[in-house]
């Protein structure tokens, strides 16, 4: 995968790290996201998962809930990795997925309880970080 270098001088792109135990687990133990997020709890995309099954079930309360975890999990981790409140965090890059992918599930959960300004708020930060990721998510 290539991450092409900014020629706008701006912020270089934000790599989240990979932790392939998590990934393994879910993909060769069928592990469910909620085993998963309690075993790794920095792990982002449990609770993108976890917050996408409570939104298809109507439990717009709790898959809020789960996406502001995984939100500020995710924050955490880009700010561990240089991330400075702004610049590209790529869509192509595996480990920065679960954030991207929690990011608009806040977006989404908060439109369906009515939090409108936190609602454009997200999804304008998602297109900001990653216009691949909004194109993907934003539907």
């Not at 469910?32 to 790794?40: C, G, I, L, N, R």
């Not at 809020?64 to 975890?69: D, E, F, I, L, Q």
């Amino acid at each position: 995968m290539a991450i092409h270098k900014n020629l706008l001088d701006g912020p270089e792109p934000t790599l989240l790290p990979e932790d392939e135990q998590p990934y393994r687990m879910m993909a060769e133990q069928s592990a469910s996201p909620t085993q998963v997020a309690a075993d790794f709890p920095t792990f982002c995309l449990a609770w993108a998962m976890l917050s996408d099954d409570a939104f298809t079930a109507g439990r717009y309360v709790e898959s809020y809930a789960y996406a502001r975890t995984g939100y500020h999990r995710g924050l955490d981790a880009l700010r561990r990795s240089g991330w400075r409140g702004h610049g590209p965090i790529p869509w192509e890059h595996r480990g920065n997925r679960g954030f991207l992918r929690c990011l608009a599930a806040l977006a989404r959960a908060a439109g369906a309880i009515n939090e409108t300004e936190e609602a454009e708020r997200c999804w304008e930060f998602l297109k900001d970080s990653s216009a691949e990721a909004y194109t993907e998510l934003k539907q």
